[in-house]
């Protein structure tokens, strides 16, 4: 941006241009250069290997990254607000063993599924009344449902259950193709959570709410919005993130398995701000964030290509989130400099 | 009264009902033999096995003081004792030698004083939330731990190496010796100095504390380099306790428990005042609810959930809307038997009011 700036003289229209619109637009531009990387890694990746690009190789990238992309979208709502929930790789876990445990026991798919989404829900709901009515910090609160849903997982089963019930099998053995191009059901329904979060966050009061709490909570307040109630609800909506993801991730691998997602947390967080979520809260988009699941999944598939080793996976993550929040910090510097 | 009012009381007196329950369930808890001149029992297990999560917690404190957090401990740990038994292991050193042992621990701590530099800039210099910044080092940490052990798990057969962590010194365990040591060596430089006043500061109020000169940037900075480099010693604590380098296991979840340990111990995680007795009390409560937890024979994978109500109880104890029905349950209690003592309900009231 500076190098834009020292040019502006020379070619002002464009510059000036250029200028005023990262100016006006600075809240979306971490998500531009978000989509900027992830076109960056495609076209890198396919230029290597030749043979990156292919329809099955980027339907897969939507199937294995399909819980991720759900928990994204929770965590997105909860960042926004300038909380945190640390809660969601053993939600997930917690929900996924307690369906398969139910599905083995004979209970039917229509049952477990809502039982799973209600469960999940209602650790969020603990964390949210912790946050807001106990006056507990976000990070300490989730940090008792990270506990509570991985022991709990643990109390169900001590190893992992495998799932033969058809519908949740059905989830992801459908494939609906379109040429080479296939999607899975759970594949669907990371779709359509990304499309309803985006919906509820720009299109509702609640959705307003939620950037308006994250903005300045005291504004929030005096302006008579419903603070408490929207602060609660994004805990709820991320604990029902886990649980859907609990049954997403069950489907995939076809089993309940109480070590999933452990960890799952971080990388969940470090997606949520690679597609350009503040976490200071305020500013961020859901739509952001499933790119920042493709961008991961596209690290991750580029190193299973290369052959290499799966530990660079969190490397490359952890040195893109580093690159994301000194050019974050810089941006939000500009725009109080800017104010 | 003066008793229940210091603030190291209600940790203190957790730990110790913690210990009066498990000596009701199973006096052999409370059993100390001696053998060999050696103190042996659970108890003196508790002193051992509490030195990995010591010291971390220790570092904790010190970064929480200053309104920050380090998540980034678990991995240094793990990239510490990947680093120590990488140099004990190499083909051209003999592990039972001393100076090797020495060599690779004082490596390995230099690299873990490196990282929690890097954490430090990242923070003071930068100015990068200490959550977000801590958690770059702890996502790449264990991958470059992971890449140091090429995958595997180092296992080395090196005495002066267990020695550290089973080993004893006149009647106790070494390890005790060790987070002894530093808790007093910290202690001293953050009490006997004006170092921890200044923390305080920097926590209480950043702002504040630039404007009346304090060097917050040199302050933080230093809380992280010590919180990385007491890490790393209690990464090759780990890996001498289980003679091996498992850079997915060391130190997993311990940025949790020690945070756990601090706020168990009364430092708010809002930073300012912080207590290193107190850190001291909450580390030895976790690791006294983690053996109770074993000793009940409940699996030790479901010991979270235990550690979930711990943490709930004590941050519902801490909360302001909790003390406030505390106080009107309180009151209304007093208000009913008013009459009887009322030479001494006015002085209650002004408690109350407080």
């Not at chain 1, 997930?92 to 139910?102: D, K, Q, R, V």
């Not at chain 1, 190193?303 to 939000?332: D, K, N, P």
């Not at chain 2, 050696?38 to 970064?63: E, F």
């Not at chain 2, 690779?104 to 890097?118: C, D, E, M, Q, S």
């Amino acid at each position: 941006m500076t190098a834009m700036e020292t040019a502006a003289p020379a070619k002002k229209g464009l510059g000036e241009r250029v200028g005023t619109f990262t100016n006006r637009h600075a809240s979306v531009l971490p998500t531009f250069a978000a989509i900027a990387i992830l076109i960056l890694l495609l076209v890198g990746a396919e230029l290597y290997f030749g043979n990156f690009l292919t329809p099955r190789n980027m339907s897969a990238l939507l199937l294995d990254n399909a819980y991720l992309m759900i928990l994204a979208v929770g965590m997105t709502f909860v960042i926004v607000t300038a909380g945190i929930d640390l809660s969601v790789g053993s939600v997930m876990a917690f929900t996924g063993i307690f369906g398969a445990s139910l599905l083995s026991s004979g209970v039917p798919a229509v049952i477990t599924i809502p039982v799973m989404l209600v469960s999940g829900a209602l650790i969020g709901l603990l964390i949210g009344v912790l946050v807001q009515h106990f006056n507990v910090q976000p990070f300490i609160a989730s940090l008792a449902g990270l506990f509570l849903g991985r022991g709990l997982a643990f109390v169900v089963s001590l190893s992992s259950i495998r799932v033969e019930d058809p519908v949740v099998l059905w989830l992801q053995s459908t494939r609906i193709r379109i040429g080479d191009w296939y999607i899975t059901p759970t594949g669907i329904l990371a779709l359509l959570a990304v499309a309803v979060g985006a919906v509820v966050m720009h299109k509702t009061r609640f959705g307003r709410t939620v950037y308006a709490v994250g903005g300045s909570e005291q504004s929030a307040r005096l302006m008579g919005l419903k603070v408490p109630r929207t602060k609660v609800m994004v805990y709820v909506i991320s604990g029902l993130c886990g649980g859907l993801a609990g049954l997403v991730l069950t489907a995939y691998s076809g089993a309940g398995y109480p070590r999933n997602g452990i960890g799952t947390e971080l990388d969940v967080i470090a997606i949520v701000v690679i597609g350009g979520t503040l976490l200071t809260g305020g500013r961020g988009y859901v739509l952001g964030s499933m790119i920042g699941v493709f961008v991961y999944g596209t690290i991750k598939t580029i190193i299973s290509f290369m052959g290499a080793e799966q530990s660079w996976t969190h490397i490359i993550v952890g040195l893109l989130l580093l690159l994301f929040i000194v050019v974050q910090r810089a941006i939000v510097a500009r725009s109080e400099r800017g104010s | 009264m003066r008793l229940v009012k210091h603030r190291l009381f209600w940790p203190a007196a957790a730990l110790v009902t913690l210990l009066i329950v498990n000596v009701v369930a199973n006096p052999n808890f409370a059993r100390i033999t001696v053998r060999d001149g050696q103190l042996y029992g659970a108890l003196i297990d508790i002193l051992r096995q509490s030195a990995p999560l010591m010291l971390v917690a220790l570092g904790m404190t010190l970064v929480i003081a200053t309104r920050g957090i380090d998540l980034s401990v678990g991995a240094v740990m793990a990239v510490s004792g990947a680093v120590a038994l990488t140099i004990i292991d190499s083909p051209s050193s003999n592990p039972n030698s001393l100076g090797t042992v020495l060599i690779a621990i004082v490596v390995a701590v230099l690299v873990a004083l490196v990282l929690g530099a890097w954490n430090g800039f990242l923070v003071s210099v930068l100015g990068i939330q200490p959550i977000i910044a801590t958690l770059v080092l702890m996502l790449a940490g264990r991958g470059a731990a992971l890449l140091i052990t090429d995958g595997f798990i180092t296992t080395v057969n090196s005495d002066p190496l267990s020695f550290i962590a089973s080993g004893y010194l006149l009647i106790l365990p070494f390890a005790f010796f060790v987070w002894l040591a530093f808790v007093i060596i910290v202690g001293v430089i953050e009490r006997r100095t004006a170092l921890g006043m200044l923390t305080e500061a920097v926590g209480i109020n950043p702002e504040a504390s630039r404007l009346a000169g304090v060097r917050s940037r040199g302050i933080i900075w230093t809380a992280y380099i010590a919180s990385g480099t007491l890490a790393g010693i209690a990464g090759v604590i780990y890996a001498a306790n289980i003679k091996a380098a498992d850079a997915n296991a060391a130190g997993y979840l311990i940025e949790l428990y020690a945070i756990l340990a601090v706020v168990l111990g009364g430092t708010s995680l809002m930073g300012g005042k912080f207590s290193i007795a107190g850190t001291v009390i909450g580390v030895l409560t976790v690791q006294a609810l983690d053996s109770t937890i074993l000793f009940l024979g409940v699996p030790p994978a479901q010991s979270p959930v235990f550690f979930a109500v711990v943490v709930i109880l004590v941050v519902l104890v801490q909360s302001p809307r909790v003390h406030r029905w505390g106080r009107s349950v309180g009151a209304r209690f007093r208000h009913s038997d008013g009459e009887a003592d009322a030479p001494s309900s006015p002085e209650r009231q002004k408690e109350v009011a407080r």
